[in-house]
């Protein structure tokens, strides 16, 4: 089955620190990829939407110079939290689609839960 | 995309089937019912999806009633290992519209 990648897994830094998440899709292109957080006890919240070769779409609330998306490849997506603080403190999930077609499911990677002291 | 609803937790004894319901009393026609489920501390997986007809995989079985205002997920013989939070979806056609998650249920194997 489709596998994605996301590494690192966990990384804990100081506060104001930059932190990158790569999304790698393994055995398939993403043409389209997707960001989320997971804060504890709640349910993922999408925070853009990622095309390869073009700017990322933001969910409103969403600080797109806070999260810098890169998507230069139809394998690869980094999301860049820049000038991280305690509360960027959450689990961050990437997902990926390929265009093999309309109902295709999206695939998740493991995630990444970013500590920032 | 159409609104779910899940109950917040189940229990269900281990080696016996776990039927999980979705309400979708809202579904337009061309939206699927995806489900995933998240262990902790871990992304979401996939597991099945369908539009009306019900469908099986090697994880899990899609009952989707004929009016498509409701379906089940089966996981017919549950271990401890599918201890997770189960997400019944609806959305759209189009792999490159995001998934949009509620709070899904619970499960719990029980030994």
């Known amino acids: 089955g489709a596998v994605v990648s996301q590494h690192p897994s966990w990384v804990i830094c100081k506060s104001g620190t930059s932190v990158k998440i790569e999304c790698r899709s393994l055995d398939f292109q993403a043409t389209t990829m997707f960001w989320y957080r997971q804060f504890p006890k709640q349910s993922l919240m999408l925070m853009a939407t990622s095309n390869e070769g073009s700017k990322a779409t933001y969910e409103q609330g969403v600080e797109k110079d806070k999260f810098l998306i890169n998507h230069a490849s139809l394998t690869l997506s980094t999301l860049t939290v820049t000038s991280a603080h305690p509360e960027d403190s959450s689990f961050y999930i990437c997902?990926?689609?390929?265009?093999?077609?309309?109902?295709?499911?999206?695939?998740f990677g493991d995630g990444t839960r970013l500590s920032i002291l | 995309d159409a609104k779910t609803t899940q109950p917040t937790s189940m229990d269900c004894a281990e080696g016996r089937a776990a039927n999980l319901p979705c309400n979708h009393s809202t579904i337009s026609g061309n939206e699927y019912v995806y489900w995933y489920r998240q262990i902790h501390s871990q992304g979401p997986q996939y597991i099945i999806h369908g539009l009306k007809n019900n469908e099986t995989n090697e994880m899990a079985s899609l009952i989707i009633t004929e009016d498509r205002k409701s379906s089940t997920l089966i996981l017919p013989h549950a271990t401890l290992r599918d201890t997770a939070v189960y997400y019944c979806i609806a959305r759209a056609g189009g792999s490159a519209r995001q998934l949009t998650f509620g709070s899904g249920t619970q499960l719990t194997v029980l030994p």
């Open positions: 997902s990926a689609s390929g265009p093999t077609g309309n109902n295709q499911p999206q695939h």
